[in-house]
């Protein structure tokens, strides 16, 4: 499926690995053709970066830039960018067509599951996406704290990582089954259950105790009697698990299909919504003025509807796909803030760059969807002063694409140069 002597093999011939991930040390100036800054309009011919550290010390006109003793770089055909930031993925998940969710919760071990994450954590790295936010193991309980520290420590080649661990659903209100599987068997869920207020501030305190930098709550699911998608938790149970999370620093990211449940996420005081794909002109309005990210995940839609409804890439969009990108233009029109969240793991691991593609797609510019897996990623992550731009005293997380993605979105497909904290892990082949 992912062999890793196919990676070793191309890796000889295009890239570089850092023996350690720590952050680089050595100084380096960077030669693309072009810098986009993670803000401006248009990318900037003639331009260069000075990475000193780990850390952007210089960005600008090439000539007026004082690389010092610095190892220069050169990117010929390439433009610069901000290392990109995806803030809904599963790095636990592959793509349904390959196994089904219900196999891969019950059928594949947890210890299989994490090296997995580890080879989906390397091709998402290597694909230009420097940080994720990884919305819940999915049954593999917390692994991804260990993940996130292997990667941190160098053993393995990965993006930055801001975990959810479990995430928590309302008990019965998740897969696998129960619908659909004898009533007297325990299943594993994909996610931690709770009911009660009680509960739900133990999940959340348990969660944030293992490690988790986000908490993950299903405020609906397909639990009504047709299959439907409603409400799961009380509003008294989503306020408990909002005020829990908040009290110890910890934003809240909503999973929400309908518009009832987008209401009461909202209303709770959750930080982001995820799909949202019933959400109204009022709830999109109401997520505006309380300052409610949204993360569209289309990529899931177009690829559940490819596995699962016949689906064929570039013939007319299913019900589904029109529901998901009325979503994405009422969402626009209301002036909500739009990160790029796919969802991948539904989908193949370093293909995050579809998301934005399908961001423009839908009437974004290309700079719009760049910006939002950038700067206003960044920012719904609470760390727009540490990535997300290049600029002086952020982190030295930027990569490269053949062409010029801020008037081309398919330039996203070819990764030229991937470097994060300062440590390069790939670069083209010297002349
Ligand atoms: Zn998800």
């Not at 219900?102 to 390397?122: C, G, I, M």
């Not at 193991?137 to 975990?163: C, H, N, Q």
Request: aromatic share 8%; charged share 20%; net charge negative.
């Amino acid at each position: 499926m992912k062999s890793s002597w196919m990676w070793l093999f191309a890796c000889a011939l295009a890239c570089v690995m850092q023996p350690s991930g720590a952050a680089g040390n050595a100084d380096y100036l960077l030669r693309p053709d072009r810098v986009w800054n993670g803000t401006d309009d248009v990318s900037h011919a003639g331009w260069a970066v000075l990475v000193r550290g780990g850390a952007i010390v210089a960005v600008g006109p090439a000539n007026g830039i004082d690389a010092g003793g610095a190892q220069t770089i050169a990117l010929p055909g390439t433009t610069l960018v901000p290392g990109l930031i995806d803030l809904h993925s599963h790095l636990f998940l592959h793509p349904y067509n390959e196994t089904p969710w219900n196999d891969q919760v019950l059928k594949e071990p947890e210890a299989y599951r994490t090296l997995e994450a580890a080879q989906h954590a390397r091709d998402t790295l290597l694909a230009g996406f420097t940080t994720l936010r990884d919305l819940g193991t999915e049954g593999a309980g917390y692994a991804d704290v260990s993940v996130k520290r292997a990667i941190d420590e160098g053993m393995v080649p990965g993006p930055r990582l801001f975990v959810a661990t479990r995430a928590i659903v309302a008990t019965a209100s998740y897969g696998p089954g129960p619908h659909g599987f004898r009533p007297d068997i325990d299943l594993p869920s994909g996610a931690q259950e709770a009911s009660g207020v009680d509960a739900v501030l133990r999940a959340v305190r348990e969660q944030a105790g293992h490690g988790a930098d986000w908490i993950k709550v299903y405020a609906d699911y397909r639990v009504g009697t047709d299959g439907s998608a409603e409400p799961t938790f009380t509003a008294t149970e989503l306020k408990a698990l909002v005020e829990a999370a908040h009290l110890s620093g910890r934003p809240v990211a909503a999973h929400s299909a309908t518009d009832a449940g987008m209401r009461m996420a909202v209303d709770a005081g959750v930080d982001t919504i995820e799909h949202g794909y019933g959400g109204s002109e009022a709830t999109f309005k109401r997520m505006r003025e309380r300052g409610v990210a949204y993360l569209p995940t289309l990529t899931a839609v177009e690829s559940t509807e490819q596995y699962f409804n016949h689906y064929v890439q570039g013939s007319p969009p299913t019900p589904k796909m029109l529901e998901a990108e009325h979503a994405f233009r009422t969402a626009r029109a209301a002036g909500v803030e739009i990160g790029c969240g796919s969802d991948v793991g539904v989908f193949r691991h370093g293909d995050n760059w579809r998301e934005p593609a399908a961001m423009v797609r839908l009437g974004m510019t290309p700079v719009e969807a760049l910006r939002a897996c950038t700067s206003v990623a960044a920012k719904i992550l609470r760390q727009q002063g540490h990535l997300g731009r290049i600029a002086p005293g952020l982190r030295a997380d930027v990569v490269a694409f053949d062409g010029d993605p801020t008037t081309d979105i398919q330039a996203l497909r070819h990764p030229a140069f991937v470097m994060k904290d300062g440590a390069v892990y790939r670069q083209p082949p010297s002349p």
